[in-house]
């Protein structure tokens, strides 16, 4: 597997760089499979990857309507953290960070996963007492988290407006060190190579059009590259996933596909060695290796397939980092994107068996999916290989609406807006 | 996105608050039927395409509007008061549902 290494990297700069195969193969679909996974994001893929490394499974496909890593795994702000105050969210994040903190080891292929930590403020002592109160809850459960002062957040982010005069004055915040970035495309290349080496099938351009039933069961499903069956059919399509299920004969869900911006300026000079997020609004921001600083803000607030947002957001976003970094008035934004976001009614998301026989549903990651990635696949894979949850991912049914056990991080009630 | 408000004429999405899915309903306040409650506070239809929706020109005459609009493209093919679904909840008394 170690097929990126200096010697490998030396070695075909010296022969022109001729010699090095595709990360992976473009297979033609086969007439069945033990495992298909709909969807060739990252949580599709990081599910095959698993499947075939934990479990064994490598008779797997996995089909991408469009071309691989071309919905949400492209399209965030690449942050990482496991900065939750309830006990089901936590465990899960942690196992994620866990994961990532090995990511580019066990993939051989460089994720870029750099623990730069990440910063919530805090702009009134109520707020701080919250986060203090999450804090604790996080390093009961083996998380790090450190409350900060003000004067340590001016030293650590000296381009923060941390004067009693600005908009929103700064009280402190909540600091996870271990929290960070990793280059997502990275993510999505690395687990697709090593799903790809183990013998699982990715096959791009392949639109799921229904699903082949037996009764009840889900036997397989049609596609616009023909019918491929299979004995267990995963389906990890984050905004799409209404759609998939009324394909499924399922109308409704306990989700709503909404649209988030992200945003990246020209390149800057080191400027901001962390995550930083703004505690009276919905703000967040990094910056690139490249230097461009990346953030973004909230929804745009009303259902959405577009994948493109709107001016009125952008006004929003902009005002915000304004608010923190006056200093950046006049750097000028580069780019702008949307993805389609899987909004669940609680902000927590749904890894399960079903809901249908012979399926597998993983999907509600809001605005969090990317940290998501190495656990929800792990998770996934563990769950369709047992055909029951991992510890870990037993909490996220989809029924625990209609019980009344909602993961509710917020503690906000039902509303597809969460996090 | 320009709405156009029946009362206001077109104006800015800015000006209007969205209220979600307007092909939820709500059951009678009293009723104890748990799964019509959990349908009505959990379920969408969330489609790609043509949706039923509530917004409020909360910017403007305050009217509660029922708006169509596609969600793949945004075009918004009818706006008309909200008020005429008012009748929902009296519709399932006469009819003896809870």
């Given at each position: 597997m170690a097929e990126y290494s200096a010697f490998s990297l030396l070695k075909n700069a010296l022969t022109g760089n001729k010699d090095w195969k595709p990360a992976w193969r473009k297979p033609a679909p086969k007439a069945s499979y033990?495992?298909?996974?709909?969807?060739?994001?990252?949580?599709?893929?990081?599910?095959?990857?698993?499947l075939a490394k934990e479990h064994g499974i490598t008779n797997v496909a996995v089909l991408e309507k469009g071309w691989l890593g071309s919905g949400n795994v492209g399209r965030n702000t690449t942050a990482v953290r496991s900065n939750y105050l309830l006990p089901a969210n936590t465990r899960f994040y942690e196992h994620s960070m866990k994961l990532w903190e090995n990511l580019s080891h066990d993939l051989n292929y460089n994720v870029m996963f750099s623990?730069?930590?990440?910063?919530?403020?805090?702009?009134?002592?109520?707020?701080?007492d919250d986060f203090a109160r999450r804090g604790n809850a996080m390093r009961h459960l083996g998380v790090d988290a450190e409350l900060m002062t003000t004067a340590e957040i001016a030293r650590l982010v000296p381009a923060l407006d941390v004067s009693a005069t600005a908009r929103f004055p700064i009280v402190g915040g909540l600091m996870q060190r271990r929290a960070g970035t990793a280059r997502h495309d990275a993510v999505a290349w690395g687990y697709a190579r090593g799903a790809d080496r183990r013998g699982v099938d990715i096959i791009e351009n392949c639109e799921v059009t229904g699903f082949l039933r037996d009764g009840d069961r889900i036997i397989?499903?049609?596609?616009?590259?023909?019918?491929?069956?299979?004995?267990?059919?995963?389906?990890?399509?984050?905004?799409?996933?209404?759609?998939?299920?009324?394909?499924?004969?399922?109308?409704?869900?306990?989700?709503?596909?909404?649209?988030?911006?992200?945003?990246?300026?020209?390149?800057?000079?080191?400027?901001?060695?962390?995550?930083?997020?703004?505690?009276?609004?919905?703000?967040?921001?990094?910056?690139?290796?490249?230097?461009?600083?990346?953030?973004?803000?909230?929804?745009?607030?009303?259902?959405?397939?577009?994948?493109?947002?709107?001016?009125?957001?952008?006004?929003?976003?902009?005002?915000?980092?304004?608010?923190?970094?006056?200093?950046?008035?006049?750097?000028?934004?580069l780019r702008s994107w949307g993805g389609v976001c899987d909004m669940s009614m609680d902000g927590s998301p749904i890894i399960t068996t079903g809901p249908l026989p012979g399926m597998y549903l993983n999907c509600g990651w809001c605005y969090g999916g990317f940290k998501a990635t190495p656990a929800s696949g792990w998770c996934f894979a563990w769950t369709i290989a047992k055909d029951e949850p991992h510890a870990f991912n037993a909490p996220f049914t989809l029924d625990r609406f209609h019980r009344g056990l909602v993961i509710d991080d917020k503690g906000q009630g039902a509303t597809p807006r969460l996090h | 996105m320009l709405i156009t408000c029946p009362y206001c004429g077109p104006r800015d999405v800015i000006e209007f608050t969205y209220q979600g899915d307007g092909n939820r309903e709500r059951p009678q306040p009293a009723s104890q039927n748990l799964d019509a409650w959990n349908a009505y506070v959990y379920d969408r239809l969330n489609p790609a395409g043509d949706h039923n929706e509530i917004w409020q020109h909360s910017g403007g005459c305050r009217a509660h509007l029922r708006v169509v609009r596609n969600t793949l493209t945004h075009e918004i093919s009818s706006v008309a008061f909200a008020r005429g679904d008012h009748k929902v909840a009296a519709r399932h008394k006469a009819e003896g549902k809870t």
């Amino acid at each position: 597997m170690a097929e990126y290494s200096a010697f490998s990297l030396l070695k075909n700069a010296l022969t022109g760089n001729k010699d090095w195969k595709p990360a992976w193969r473009k297979p033609a679909p086969k007439a069945s499979y033990d495992v298909i996974v709909i969807g060739g994001g990252g949580h599709g893929l990081s599910t095959a990857y698993y499947l075939a490394k934990e479990h064994g499974i490598t008779n797997v496909a996995v089909l991408e309507k469009g071309w691989l890593g071309s919905g949400n795994v492209g399209r965030n702000t690449t942050a990482v953290r496991s900065n939750y105050l309830l006990p089901a969210n936590t465990r899960f994040y942690e196992h994620s960070m866990k994961l990532w903190e090995n990511l580019s080891h066990d993939l051989n292929y460089n994720v870029m996963f750099s623990q730069r930590g990440c910063l919530n403020l805090a702009h009134t002592p109520a707020q701080l007492d919250d986060f203090a109160r999450r804090g604790n809850a996080m390093r009961h459960l083996g998380v790090d988290a450190e409350l900060m002062t003000t004067a340590e957040i001016a030293r650590l982010v000296p381009a923060l407006d941390v004067s009693a005069t600005a908009r929103f004055p700064i009280v402190g915040g909540l600091m996870q060190r271990r929290a960070g970035t990793a280059r997502h495309d990275a993510v999505a290349w690395g687990y697709a190579r090593g799903a790809d080496r183990r013998g699982v099938d990715i096959i791009e351009n392949c639109e799921v059009t229904g699903f082949l039933r037996d009764g009840d069961r889900i036997i397989g499903v049609t596609t616009s590259r023909g019918e491929i069956r299979a004995r267990k059919v995963a389906v990890a399509v984050a905004g799409s996933t209404g759609q998939v299920m009324r394909l499924a004969g399922i109308d409704t869900m306990p989700i709503e596909s909404h649209v988030l911006q992200a945003f990246v300026t020209e390149s800057l000079k080191p400027f901001i060695d962390t995550v930083l997020t703004f505690g009276m609004g919905h703000f967040y921001m990094s910056q690139s290796d490249k230097g461009g600083l990346v953030y973004g803000g909230d929804l745009e607030g009303y259902n959405s397939y577009a994948q493109r947002g709107s001016l009125p957001v952008v006004d929003e976003v902009m005002s915000e980092m304004l608010a923190l970094f006056p200093g950046l008035a006049r750097v000028r934004m580069l780019r702008s994107w949307g993805g389609v976001c899987d909004m669940s009614m609680d902000g927590s998301p749904i890894i399960t068996t079903g809901p249908l026989p012979g399926m597998y549903l993983n999907c509600g990651w809001c605005y969090g999916g990317f940290k998501a990635t190495p656990a929800s696949g792990w998770c996934f894979a563990w769950t369709i290989a047992k055909d029951e949850p991992h510890a870990f991912n037993a909490p996220f049914t989809l029924d625990r609406f209609h019980r009344g056990l909602v993961i509710d991080d917020k503690g906000q009630g039902a509303t597809p807006r969460l996090h | 996105m320009l709405i156009t408000c029946p009362y206001c004429g077109p104006r800015d999405v800015i000006e209007f608050t969205y209220q979600g899915d307007g092909n939820r309903e709500r059951p009678q306040p009293a009723s104890q039927n748990l799964d019509a409650w959990n349908a009505y506070v959990y379920d969408r239809l969330n489609p790609a395409g043509d949706h039923n929706e509530i917004w409020q020109h909360s910017g403007g005459c305050r009217a509660h509007l029922r708006v169509v609009r596609n969600t793949l493209t945004h075009e918004i093919s009818s706006v008309a008061f909200a008020r005429g679904d008012h009748k929902v909840a009296a519709r399932h008394k006469a009819e003896g549902k809870t």
